[in-house]
Every structure is written in C-alpha cells, then in structure tokens.
Nanobody
Framework: VQLQASGGGLVQPGGSLRLSCAAS????VGWFRQAPGKEREFVAF???????????NSVRGRFTISRASRDNPRNTVSLQMDSLKPEDTAVYYC???????????????WGQGTQVTVSS
C-alpha cells in the first residue's frame, strides 16, 4: 500500500488546514503526529468504509476525518483541522491498516510526513 500525504503548512492560531492522504488501496487510515522531542501520538482514524471515526481527546471537536467520495480513485482520506493551536504543531503522518487502531505499532504502511506549524 502506498500513501501520499499533503496539505501541511504554516497557519496562525485559530486558523484551519486540510491534510489529505491518498492511498493506493482502500484500507482504514489513521493520522498520527510527532512534535520535536516527543513521541508519535494518535490523532484520528477512520475505518475502511468510513462508517466509524475515532479521535484523540486533544483534537475532538476541532478536527474532522473523512473519506472522499466513492468515485475517488485514489481512496483519499482528509483531515480537516480547525481552531488550530500552537500545541498542534508537529509532523503529521498518515498510515494504513486493514481495520485501523489507536496504536501506531499496528500500522504497517506509512506515508511521508507533512509539517504543520501553528504560530503567530
């Protein structure tokens, strides 16, 4: 499974960014992030049909994970990030697994990271 993440950038506190993860196959997709000097942490994941979505407490209500329409040939999963805070600054990674999980060790397939910086 090949994954391509995109959409990172620099945004002011309170702003929004939309990350995308294009997958070569339709798997459950998770988003994780890693800030400098910290361990990689779970952000959100969506099951392969898109019926179930899970969020970390720190982002629930601010971030939304979703799948593109069914006719999207790249099986794209998006992470809409609103009301961004400086503590959201990190490299964000998408990963694929047949069922999805909260734990990064479960995921065999990973995309390259995309930097998100929230700063005034």
């Amino acid at each position: 499974v090949q994954l391509q993440a995109s959409g990172g950038g620099l945004v002011q506190p309170g702003g929004s960014l939309r990350l995308s993860c294009a997958a070569s196959e339709r798997y459950a997709v998770g988003w994780f992030r890693q800030a400098p000097g910290k361990e990689r942490e779970f952000v959100a994941f969506i099951t392969w049909k898109g019926a179930n979505k899970y969020y970390a407490n720190s982002v629930r209500g601010r971030f939304t994970i979703s799948r593109a329409s069914r006719d999207n040939p790249r099986n794209t999963v998006s992470l809409q990030m609103d009301s961004l805070k400086p503590e959201d600054t990190a490299v964000y990674y998408c990963a694929a697994d047949p069922e999805g999980d909260f734990y990064s060790a479960r995921y065999k397939y990973w995309g390259q990271g995309t930097q998100v910086t929230v700063s005034s």
